[in-house]
């Protein structure tokens, strides 16, 4: 039979563009989070990370926000670049007892010339 | 590269085949694990080891078997898997639990 593929939301945005991906985290409690990128073909590569203290971090063309209250994370990419194209995930870390990272489901970003 | 490094890339077995996939951090990493990714599901952790010892079995099937001998090295023994068990399999390592992952290229394991 046909198998069915996991389902994911896509961003689709021209070069120059910023983009933002958004996410919602489960676990009150996480304490650490961070945002990955997958390329075809490859490992999810880190991002940028932040820490349950803070609201805003900022990196290299990236910036991640974070608010408590509604669980939300985002991740902004500014002037996005075709090489951006990937499939980007959020993690929180379950800190719980025992501490474990906790995938979200991914977007994906196709950036046009 | 991340550092993590893992072998082989592509693996095709069948059902009653017994196989192993092989990581290997150089970043002097305490703690490593193997995820699988498919294309069903977002990425499931299935084992975590922490400074060699196994701190969680994700309510993985017996037909994988984790081994770390040491912190560097960590092996995932495959036997009877079966079709749906077709995936990538990725490694990561990080300097302790709570801490960022590295991730390796995955293997991508068909199972016929």
């Known amino acids: 039979g046909e198998s069915v593929g996991l389902h994911l939301p896509t961003l689709s945005v021209q070069e120059g563009d910023n983009s933002i991906i958004n996410c919602a985290y489960s676990?009150?409690?996480?304490?650490?989070f961070i945002w990955y990128k997958q390329e075809s073909g490859k490992g999810p590569q880190f991002i940028i990370d932040?820490?349950?203290?803070?609201d805003k971090r900022q990196g290299q063309r990236v910036t991640v926000l974070l608010n408590k209250t509604v669980k939300h994370l985002s991740l902004q990419i500014a002037a996005t670049q075709p090489g951006d194209s990937a499939v980007y995930f959020c993690a929180e870390n379950w800190s719980t007892g025992f501490q474990k990272l906790v995938f979200g489901t991914g977007t994906r970003l196709l950036v046009s010339p | 590269e991340t550092g993590v490094t893992q072998t082989p890339r592509h693996l095709v077995m069948g059902m009653t085949n017994k196989k192993s996939l092989k990581c290997e951090q150089h970043?002097?990493?305490?703690?490593m694990y193997w995820y699988k990714q498919s294309a069903k599901k977002p990425l499931e952790l299935m084992f975590v080891?922490?400074?060699?010892?196994?701190?969680e079995n994700n309510s993985v099937p017996s037909r994988f078997s984790p081994e770390c001998p040491n912190s560097s090295h960590l092996f995932l023994h495959l036997h009877t898997l079966q079709p749906e068990d077709s995936a990538l399999y990725l490694c990561?390592?990080?300097?302790?639990?709570?801490?960022?992952?590295?991730f390796g290229p995955g293997t991508r394991l068909t199972v016929l």
């Open positions: 990561a390592s990080s300097q302790e639990q709570g801490t960022e992952q590295f």
């Open positions: 080891y922490n400074f060699k010892e196994q701190t």
């Open positions: 970043l002097g990493h305490n703690a």
């Open positions: 676990n009150s409690a996480s304490d650490y």
């Open positions: 932040i820490r349950s203290n803070m």
